[in-house]
């Protein structure tokens, strides 16, 4: 991991926009682990932003939609990190109780549904 | 899979619950082939109503961080009933193009973050 | 794929071996696809005859398992012949529900336990 | 996670339900973490109490097969807890052994057969 | 899916240097099916193109790399658009039977790794 | 996990064509893991050494996929061996970091395309 200190202009340049953007005073460890690829962070941070950007959907829906994601890939970092993000934007006990629920239940119905082989029915398009 | 006319009185009342409560003159092809374990068919169901039932989150964005699971689990059937079910509850183009971002972008930063092996941040809690 | 009439004798030895072995007069798709890379097949079907084989388990539990393996992964080519095998080594209706009642919670309880990154009790060894 | 001295009423029973039918003393930590939000606690006991009741299958068969399916999920949590389950139920060192030679070749012939678009059999219905 | 001949000018200047970048006269149904939220076509072509272009890895290990990871995560339609694309970079039937038993080796492996929680070697760094 | 000291004969003989293939002093964790269940540990290795062995493939190459096969899968000792591995075997950091940036714009994509459940195109065969 390539902390600030040691960090070359190109990627301090990225560093500085992703701590400006979030009103962050350092950037976490994805970053730095990412910056061992200069181009990877790059591209990675550019995305990021704009798909995080407000849009249709709110801030806070855009992290628990990640989170969601980020828990049916068994990702623990992810995990840790946008459920810190989403409880930032917003979300609170109740709306986490019934994120996991929600996450708990796909994942039964997932399994039953590829278990059984289950045909598309002609109404979902 | 099990048809309304060939099932069970056990079956129909189950069917009868899944019907009502969705204004439904038939339920999908995914209870009909549960149907062929009852008392998971009805454990299932009575999970689901609880779990999707109106909370702390709206019902579109229950059906959202449902399809994000679903998404991420690779489960076609479940894909195509859930993007059909989040549209009846109000997903609009634009909401479902950033859904679709949000769970692309998870999917690589989770890959990136997993195979770096990048430590939690203390600040995650 | 490669059917037995355009195998060559190499293939014809692997295709002749689970033939006998399982009582069958041809073999699965599985097989003559596996067949364009002759090693693969050769090794695949050492390990699977191997594995396979009546131990502790029985054939029945054996081929259970190894649905259960192919439900998680999402393999709707694994679900379907391992149903059929397992069928066919006396896996009845109430069986199949109950196997399929297992998978599914465990698939929601895998969810909840990664999301909310239970720590393992120090009784589980 | 919450503890049985500061634990509600209402989680209190279910603790009180896990420990009898269990013959325990104290909970395991995923339903001290479940415990964050209720509903989900008695909801997810009270399926996964009726799910792994006697029944067709045996306790341990239906032990190994939930450790079968958090295997191929990859949830060390859920490894961890059923791993010791299915020893408490019978398991010993060649079932175990045995398992893993399953769960393993399951993991390597679901790959080559995705990965090969293997067309599924009209044998296996 | 948007067609050419439908398709806004935004989305034809994509659809015209993906086809200049990869010596086509159509795109392939991923681009037409992601047309529908422009924003998620641009930069998803644009983080492609810059991921695929010549680099210390040679184009057609880098497919092979993409085949490998698509696999894994059983991705019908991924695994038969690079499996076509690594063939059209120089890969022969030696090196798919290679890569097969490369994968499926990873995925046996992997699931022993993960069942018997094995600890990470001190020399792993 | 079963050291050297504490080995069967049958063991050791694994142990020692490991460590001759591999000019090494020691086995990794996971042959020690796998020793548990001896048929196991003698036929995994078996299958690693073919599959592994010099072919149309290089050795960098061929723990490079194997690697991506492991990051797609979340499996962490899987991903820390064969980094160490391919470290071994030639990949530099710019190897290093284009695999990294091909693993996630391949995450990304498999989630778009099977999440928009894109139909495969009749030229990929």
């Given at each position: 991991m390539i902390?600030?200190?040691?960090?070359?202009?190109?990627?301090?340049?990225?560093y500085d926009d992703i701590?400006?953007?979030?009103?962050?005073?350092?950037?976490?460890?994805?970053?730095?682990?990412?910056?061992t690829h200069p181009p990877t962070l790059a591209r990675t941070w550019a995305s990021l932003k704009q798909v995080m950007a407000p849009g249709a959907l709110s801030p806070v829906m855009k992290e628990m939609l990640y989170l969601a994601a980020s828990s049916a890939a068994g990702c623990q970092?992810?995990?840790?990190?946008h459920t810190a993000a989403a409880r930032a934007k917003g979300m609170d006990?109740?709306?986490?109780?019934?994120l996991l629920a929600v996450l708990g239940m796909a994942a039964e119905t997932?399994?039953?549904?590829?278990?059984?082989?289950v045909p598309i029915d002609p109404a979902f398009g």
């Open positions: 902390e600030y200190a040691d960090a070359s202009p190109e990627i301090r340049a990225v701590m400006a953007t979030r009103s962050l005073t350092d950037v976490n460890n994805f970053w730095k682990a990412l910056a970092y992810c995990i840790a990190s006990d109740a709306m986490h109780g019934e997932n399994r039953l549904a590829e278990t059984l082989r």
